[in-house]
């Protein structure tokens, strides 16, 4: 059975930084695609970055452009991480993880992540 489990959301101030983690269990990890979303309160889920099997990261232009997020992952851990940094609190969101191989998708519950002013 998989699971994908996030952590490390937390309540923080803006101007602070956190580190997200995604963890997975029960698949192999090394060939699998891996992506970070968010959903902040009464608006859509966006997609925040992905990275590839061959640790090539994928970011959308609004957060490419503010160099504020980075994704890295460790297969031996099966982990992969979100580094948050300058936080602002449009960036309050419960961030979930999606884990992608074989044709598969599976889904994390989510963290909730949340900045004060």
């Known amino acids: 059975q998989v699971q994908v489990v996030e952590s490390g959301g937390d309540l923080v101030q803006a101007g602070e930084s956190l580190r997200l983690s995604c963890t997975v269990s029960?698949?192999?990890?090394?060939?699998?695609?891996v992506s970070w979303y968010r959903q902040a309160p009464e608006k859509e889920r966006e997609w925040v970055g992905t990275i590839l099997n061959d640790g090539r990261v994928n970011y959308p232009t609004s957060v490419k452009g503010e160099g504020r997020f980075g994704i890295s992952r460790n297969n031996a851990k099966k982990q992969v991480y979100l580094q948050m940094s300058s936080l602002k609190t449009e960036d309050t969101a419960v961030y979930y993880c999606?884990?992608?191989?074989?044709?598969?998708?599976?889904w994390g519950q989510g963290t909730r992540v949340t900045v004060s002013a």
């Open positions: 999606n884990f992608k191989i074989s044709g598969s998708s599976y």
């Open positions: 029960g698949r192999d990890f090394s060939m699998s695609t």
